[in-house]
């Protein structure tokens, strides 16, 4: 499973930025040699110092802030027109160059301790979406997962596999809202489905016991961790349509020799299935989202399929069928499959399918307002057991 997250092949600082500072007071002193006495370029040597404090360490800062002071006295002397001008120039460039080291001291204690929170919130997030097995039994696995926030690994989208004693379950889902509370909704889905699908014999009672866990989040809500002690809605009141916690989702149940899948659908996008090249829509039981369980009048129905060798099976977000072009289009998924499928010179794969699915719906939509999950599932073609 491939998490895209934010380019880390851009280094900060950029080469010429690290060469300003160097460059800056070379180029004064120039200045300084080319231009009338009466025209101090001392400041100037200041700047430099200011600008070293963002690319170099505080001892750079430092190193560049005292050759600075001594190419001044220098070029100074060497005029003979050391006056009252330079020396107020040589002060304000050595306090300047003690308040940048001090400032870099302190820039750099906050990047580290930013790079470590950053590094336990990643841990965390991985933690909760974990990668796909690339196989498990009969049942070839792929798939990739993009959060619309780029300085994110993980976003309201969800999914997790576990294999049971009843079979591969799966579940992948969309969770409502965005930000903390979905990343914090997501990881209730998640544990809840992690352990319930262990216990629980049907897919119907796994899907409960995530009704009951949002239901709880719901009216026990967490905290809100940008504000202390203060929680993301009211307990005691009726949840406000903005404080609701569902989640729409597909749970999927492979039988042991992966030639049966059965098919819970809770509200959520339906599952495409290819099968000799064509890609047509799976039918299935229609429900309420997750965490509405109380207002489901009878208990939702779950579904068998049968696979044949070589089906692929397909399970995505609405990020997805949701993204659009610069003329407003959405992005239509099983044209788009169909299309791939007959255009492909081999058979089609998993890895080679998400790999499509991915580079297609980033070229449809550059800019994207939502997150995407796609899990592509296949029974391994006769003679590849």
Known sequence: MEH????????????????????????????????PPRYPLGPLLAASVVLSLFTYPPLGVLAVGAAGCLLLTITEMIEDYVGPLTIVSLIVLATVTLLSVWLCVVR?????????????????QLALLRPLPERFGQLRLSGFYRAADDEALIGGDLYSVRPTPFGLRVIVGDVKGKGISATQTVATVISTFQEAALLHPLLSQ?????????????DNPPMDPTERDRPISRPGRPPAPTDELFATAVLLEFSADARAVRVLDRGHQPLLIIR?????????????????????????????????????????????????????????????????????PGPVEPTGLVAFLEEDVARWAPTLSDDLVAIVFQLTPAGDD
């Open 4 to 35: 895209r997250h934010r380019d880390e092949q851009h280094s900060w600082p950029p080469r010429w930025l690290r060469w300003g500072p160097p460059a800056l007071v070379v180029a004064t002193m120039v200045l300084d040699q080319l231009t």
């Open 108 to 124: 750099q204690q906050s990047e580290s301790r930013f790079r470590r929170i950053q590094a336990v919130a990643e841990t965390v």
């Open 206 to 218: 796994v899907a409960e016991r995530i009704d009951v866990a949002l239901q709880l989040d719901r």
């Open 276 to 344: 000799e090249g064509n890609a047509s829509v799976v039918e299935s039981d229609h429900s309420l989202p997750l965490g509405m369980g109380d207002l489901l009048t009878e208990p939702p129905r779950t579904m068998t399929r049968t696979l044949h060798r070589g089906d692929i099976l397909i399970a995505y977000s609405d990020g997805i069928t949701e993204a659009r072009d610069s003329a407003g289009t959405f992005y239509p998924l099983r044209e788009r499959l169909q299309s791939h499928c007959a255009s492909s």
